[in-house]
């Protein structure tokens, strides 16, 4: 395993997956995952990997699992924004809620377009 930081790890992986290189991608997001499991973006990246390989059912399950944490994580700052007196549901003083918003729909997409 790489002593790499994360975000360098899956910028790499995004590489690999550019280059035709899934297999390794593969790799490379689940030594990823095996430190972090809530990495959003090795999820998916896995998901897109395996999907390119022709792996819908592994796809689905990875895009299923990056799902579950983009919905805990937006759920946890809809619960913070109101807290803080703001609307929560979404939330048009700040963007702390449109990246897992826009992940969800991302997601819920690439699990119909497996699942197919």
Do not use: C
Not at 48 to 62: I, P, R, T, V, Y
Not at 75 to 88: L, N, P
């Amino acid at each position: 395993m790489s002593t790499m930081p994360s975000a360098e790890r899956i910028g790499a992986a995004w590489r690999l997956i550019r280059d035709g290189d899934n297999n390794g991608a593969i790799r490379m997001f689940e030594d990823i995952i095996a430190v972090a499991p809530d990495s959003v973006d090795a999820l998916y990246g896995l998901g897109l990997a395996q999907k390119a390989l022709g792996d819908n059912n592994a796809a689905g399950l990875s895009f299923k699992q990056a799902l579950s944490v983009t919905e805990q994580a937006l759920s946890a700052v809809q619960r913070a924004s109101k807290a803080e007196g703001h609307h929560g549901d979404n939330d048009l003083e700040s963007n702390f809620d449109d990246r897992y918003m826009m992940l969800t729909r991302m997601l819920n997409q690439r699990i119909e377009d497996v699942s197919a």
